[in-house]
């Protein structure tokens, strides 16, 4: 049976084989993403989602409800 390992050693383990594997980001890169982000996770309201409606574009309303199977949003 395998030793289980600490968190710390798997995220070691983990970012040494992404590393050997070359599917990371090279030292140098630099992010243009904020550090910290803050979501908001309340639930919208049914103006707000109507809203959110009506600013997308009809071809992505189309796709929306072909994906969904609606047909009429009221």
């Known amino acids: 049976m395998e ?7 798997f995220f070691i383990r983990s970012e040494l084989s ?11 890169f630099e992010s243009q993403l904020p550090a910290h ?3 908001d996770d309340r ?3 049914t103006g707000q989602l ?3 409606w ?4 009809f071809h992505d309303q189309s796709i929306f409800r ?3 199977g609606i047909y009429h949003i009221y």
């Open 43 to 45: 639930p919208l309201g």
């Open 54 to 57: 009506e600013r997308l574009s």
């Open 18 to 28: 992404q590393h050997d594997e070359g599917d990371c980001l090279p030292s140098e």
């Open 50 to 52: 109507l809203d959110c």
């Open 3 to 9: 030793k289980s390992n600490t968190i710390k050693e």
């Open 66 to 68: 072909n994906n969904m």
């Open 37 to 39: 982000i803050k979501l």
